[in-house]
């Protein structure tokens, strides 16, 4: 029988543990471009951007209680480039660069008491040869004590100038590396004594002695744990370093070092790094598997984790990378966010109402924060988590699972109860030694997923399941399959903000370009005279609607005019956390399909560097996947070298090669790269260099890319026009799960699969002549694509208002987020669908509308 029984006990509460037992609530990772796309919405569409800030950081009961920011150095740290806050020695910190000091500014806005972290990926340029002994297996021993001081001051005047531009201070700092797999203890040491000491080299007005009080986390390591065991053993490391985290591992080491840390010597213990949940809870209950809103890497999911890793290893506080993505999709990572934000010309922003809603049955019915705070304190006699695994819980899904957090003045508590499997589990509570009230009523809030599919998705997400009344100061809550439910002796009926509401953007999406009078989709001089006169300097010289995947373009004042210029050289080449590939940035729309892209360029002729073939200028078109953050991640990708040469690359492949002769590298130079359908035409200086058709496998929808060698490469202008004046637009994506696409007959419906996926969805439909296989949905416009890698050959009946469309439809042999089947032509206006999978099993990720 599936009942787990256990003691609420006030008595066994510990008070005098200070913050090494308070529950924190969840923190924000700002870092690897993550929040980049929010200086837009900033910008565009402020409303969108506040609106986002309060569903994270607002209200009575807020969900995130820190920030912490990885400062860049300006090379691809998984999902795009950060920009370094200091790139040459001497300069000064520029807090500006990147979204996230001023994204901590404006969230303080909301919570004033807002917490910040500081970390760093890797080391920019200035510090590269100093520390280049930092990548081996014994740091601590290779790195040169010479190179502390250097580093030190990257990390001492960037905190100074944020403190400058922004007014407020960091709280807690990690002078390791992210994710480190051998912690420098002497460094450690070495920075947490001289942070103490430092009285010299600050500001007029500055609070040196809130400065020298900045705590220590540190080592921020990857699943491994040996630092626990550092600290353990090392009394003067316990004293310099007052919280200790780890990433991505809910386990504690073998000798249960953080246990120790929190339950004997008081440290705080966090998640320090920790996944969003993966594919939206509203795709999910779609899935064929029958797991509802649960699932690995759902909002249940995410919710275990938080359970276990206190239960395993004392972690208090759970911190998202990233809780807003605000970068495009396709890059590393994507579609892991509790709210996508990618659209800033339209102000449009996704929220996953499961995911925040699993989160918010922690911090809605309990204070979130630090001892000081009045935060309520984890009971550690009343949680337990038996659920398997140790970063993704993916089996023993049956087990008991649940943490009970309870005020410091022991008159309340809560409970939060997972049960991600298909069996219901009946929790047996005794409450004792309570403040107050015996036998006080509990009220059972539950999230869980539609029981029938004609309810929405979120019908029954966080709602007051019940209320129950303990007989002897004992009661039984039911936990149904794939749920969440909350056990709380709060009386929040009455309280709008934790009853569920629906939440969404207040602006509709829309293609960009698509309201222009002119067939322009974008036009960037980067002077931006329609904005207010210090747009540029607020946003670091960031251009707009661009996230640099390699790195660093802003905008310059050269010659009395504004330019787009790449700003690292070789010689300021970052000493990367992984790897980083040469400059480039993404601009614009995934549904841009004809179009062309002109530009006025300018070579760097003055940077002399041993790269013969490393100064170029290249523009990539249609670009959906850029899973490694290169140039040549769109599918089709023209490069122009300093020497003339020409290359044309299609799926990373040269194709074609030619030479423009008598290059001159001191004039500027106009170069335009077009696809239309599958003929693609590259002209330079209005000379045609490539004049190209595609007859194999196609791709016919993305944005644009743009990329340059470690170069000062220039652009005086980037425009984006369609390629003809009747050149279609994708006005929609559904994805494979939408409620706008009906499913009949034999199909598997498949989430939680790779970030190369839309929203990490397939659906997979096999041929069956006594059960047809098929499809229909409504659309409207000129036409349709069918996107999703075919891996193996299929046939599909195509009908579309009734009439037979192709009878025998072969999908080509398409990559992921890719059309295997372009349907246009049609009478501009509403249409509907019928497809039927006639042999094969044919893979769909999503349908898009052309209009």
């Avoid at 009220?443 to 399941?465: A, T």
């Avoid at 790269?611 to 953050?629: H, M, Q």
């Avoid at 025998?808 to 999978?837: F, M, Y």
Wanted: hydrophobic share 35%.
């Amino acid at each position: 029988m599936n009942k787990t029984s256990f003691v609420i006990d006030g008595d066994q509460l510990d008070l005098n543990a200070g913050d090494a037992n308070t529950f924190k609530g969840f923190g924000y990772l700002s870092c690897n471009n993550s929040s980049r796309l929010l200086l837009d919405y900033k910008w565009e569409h402020e409303d969108s951007y506040h609106q986002i800030l309060q569903i994270l950081f607002g209200g009575k009961h807020p969900l995130m209680r820190m920030i912490k920011l990885e400062m860049g150095d300006d090379g691809n740290t998984s999902s795009g480039t950060e920009p370094a806050t200091i790139r040459h020695q001497g300069e000064a910190a520029n807090v500006r660069r990147g979204a996230g000091f001023q994204l901590v500014a404006d969230a303080k806005e909301v919570q004033p008491n807002l917490k910040t972290a500081l970390l760093r990926w890797g080391e920019p340029g200035f510090l590269r040869q100093a520390w280049v002994n930092v990548k081996t297996a014994n740091p601590d021993q290779n790195v040169p004590e010479t190179a502390f001081e250097p580093m030190y001051q990257w990390y001492k005047q960037t905190i100074i100038a944020a403190y400058q531009q922004y007014g407020y201070l960091i709280n807690y700092v990690d002078p390791d590396r992210n994710e480190t797999k051998h912690p420098m203890v002497k460094w450690i040491k070495w920075f947490a004594k001289r942070l103490r000491h430092d009285q010299t080299g600050f500001p007029a007005d500055f609070p040196i002695n809130d400065y020298q009080q900045i705590k220590l986390i540190a080592a921020d390591q990857n699943y491994e744990t040996d630092f626990g065991d550092m600290m353990v053993a090392d009394p003067e490391l316990r004293k310099q370093v007052a919280a200790v985290g780890f990433h991505y591992n809910t386990n504690d080491g073998d000798q249960q070092p953080f246990t120790q840390l929190a339950d004997q010597y008081h440290h705080e213990v966090w998640y320090s790094e920790g996944i969003a949940p993966m594919t939206f809870g509203k795709y999910r209950v779609k899935a064929s598997n029958g797991d509802g809103i649960g699932g690995v890497q759902s909002g249940l999911d995410v919710a275990n984790r938080l359970i276990k890793s206190y239960v395993k290893s004392r972690r208090s506080f759970y911190i998202f990378q990233p809780a807003v993505s605000a970068y495009y999709p396709g890059v590393n990572y994507s579609h892991k966010e509790l709210i996508a934000a990618s659209r800033p010309w339209s102000g449009h922003f996704e929220v996953d109402n499961v995911g925040l809603q699993c989160m918010k049955h922690f911090s809605d019915f309990a204070k979130a924060g630090w001892a000081d705070e009045g935060a309520w304190r984890y009971l550690t006699s009343a949680c337990d988590s038996g659920v398997g695994g140790t970063e993704n819980l993916d089996h023993h899904r049956d087990a008991p699972s649940y943490l009970t957090l309870m005020a410091p003045d022991k008159r309340d508590f809560s409970t939060v109860m997972v049960n991600d499997s298909p069996q219901a589990r009946t929790y047996h509570l005794e409450v004792k030694h309570l403040a107050g009230d015996a036998n006080r009523k509990l009220f059972i809030w539950q999230s869980v997923g539609p029981s029938h599919p004609e309810e929405d998705y979120d019908q029954h997400l966080k709602q007051l399941r019940e209320v129950v009344t303990p007989v002897n100061d004992q009661a039984d809550v039911v936990v149904k399959p794939h749920s969440i439910v909350t056990a709380t002796t709060l009386d929040l009926k009455n309280d709008e903000t934790v009853a569920y509401q629906r939440l969404v953007s207040r602006h509709d999406d829309y293609t960009l370009g698509v309201n222009n009078h002119t067939d322009v989709l974008y036009d960037d001089d980067f002077t931006y005279g329609k904005y207010a006169a210090n747009y540029l300097a607020a946003r670091g010289n960031t251009p707009r609607y661009t996230t640099d995947q390699g790195g660093a373009f802003e905008v310059i004042n050269q010659d009395s005019h504004q330019v787009l210029q790449q700003m690292i050289t070789e010689d300021e080449r970052a000493l990367d956390w992984e790897y980083s590939f040469a400059p480039n940035l993404t601009v614009g729309d995934d549904k841009w399909t004809d179009y062309s892209v002109t530009t006025t360029m300018k070579f760097d002729n003055q940077t002399q560097q041993n790269s013969p073939t490393g100064n170029y200028f290249g523009i990539g078109l249609r670009e959906l996947t850029d899973v490694k953050g290169r140039l040549e991640s769109a599918p089709y990708v023209f490069k122009l070298f300093s020497d003339g040469l020409c290359q044309l690359i299609k799926d990373d492949q040269i194709i074609c090669l030619t030479h423009v002769d008598n290059l001159k590298l001191d004039k500027t130079h106009q170069i335009i790269f077009t696809a239309s359908g599958n003929t693609l035409r590259a002209v330079v200086d209005e000379q045609t260099v490539f004049n190209f058709v595609d007859t194999d496998n196609p791709k016919f929808s993305g944005r644009v890319k743009i990329g340059c060698g470690y170069y000062h490469t220039q652009i005086q202008r980037l425009t984006i026009t369609k390629a003809q004046k009747e050149s279609p637009l994708v006005s929609k994506r559904l994805d494979d799960l939408d409620d706008g696409i009906s499913y009949r007959g034999q199909w598997n419906h498949v989430c939680g699969l790779g970030n190369t996926k839309w929203n990490r969805t397939l659906s997979y439909g096999t041929a069956n002549a006594d059960n047809p296989t098929k499809i229909t949905f409504d659309f409207a416009g000129i036409g349709f694509s069918l996107i999703g890698k075919q891996e193996k050959a299929s046939r599909l009946r195509i009908v579309v208002d009734g009439q037979m469309l192709d009878w025998n439809r072969q999908p080509q042999t398409a990559a992921d987020r890719t059309e295997n089947i372009l349907v246009s032509g049609l009478t501009n206006g509403e249409h509907k669908v019928k497809l039927t999978v006639i042999d094969g099993t044919y893979t769909l990720d999503a349908v898009e509308w052309l209009a």
